[in-house]
């Protein structure tokens, strides 16, 4: 089994920054692609963020520009870097983590969700 522990949400004036932080654990045998998504009250969940473990990364048109995904592989954690926050980027912060696990062949397939972190910005 994989775990995911999210931290680095919070409450931010409008114009702050915030740094999320999602750390896989268990018996990892290799991670494909990992990402944040959010979700805010009344909608359904979105992309906010993708990496894929050669480093390509693809954002939601609303964060481009103001966010940084990026992950260290020897640690099995990913990043958010979110910047200019707005009002508007008040959710629940998921992380998404993709890969294999086990500790011998054959290995099987996983895909994980953090428990979701908040972020609340203040106009």
């Known amino acids: 089994q994989v775990q995911l522990v999210e931290s680095g949400g919070g409450l931010v004036q409008a114009g702050g920054s915030l740094r999320l932080s999602c750390a896989a654990s268990?018996?990892?045998?290799?991670?494909?692609?990992m990402g944040w998504y959010r979700q805010a009250p009344g909608k359904q969940r979105e992309l906010v963020a993708t990496?894929?473990?050669?480093?390509?990364?693809n954002y939601a048109d609303s964060v481009k520009g103001r966010s940084t995904i990026s992950r260290d592989n020897a640690k099995n954690t990913v990043y958010l870097q979110m910047n200019s926050l707005k009002p508007e980027d008040t959710a629940v912060y998921y992380c998404?983590?993709?890969?294999?696990?086990?500790?011998?062949?054959?290995?099987?397939?996983?895909?994980?969700w953090g428990q979701g972190t908040q972020v609340t910005v203040s106009s």
């Open positions: 990496i894929t473990s050669d480093g390509r990364t």
């Open positions: 998404n983590v993709a890969g294999r696990f086990g500790t011998r062949f054959p290995v099987n397939e996983f895909d994980s």
């Open positions: 268990g018996s990892i045998f290799s991670i494909k692609a």
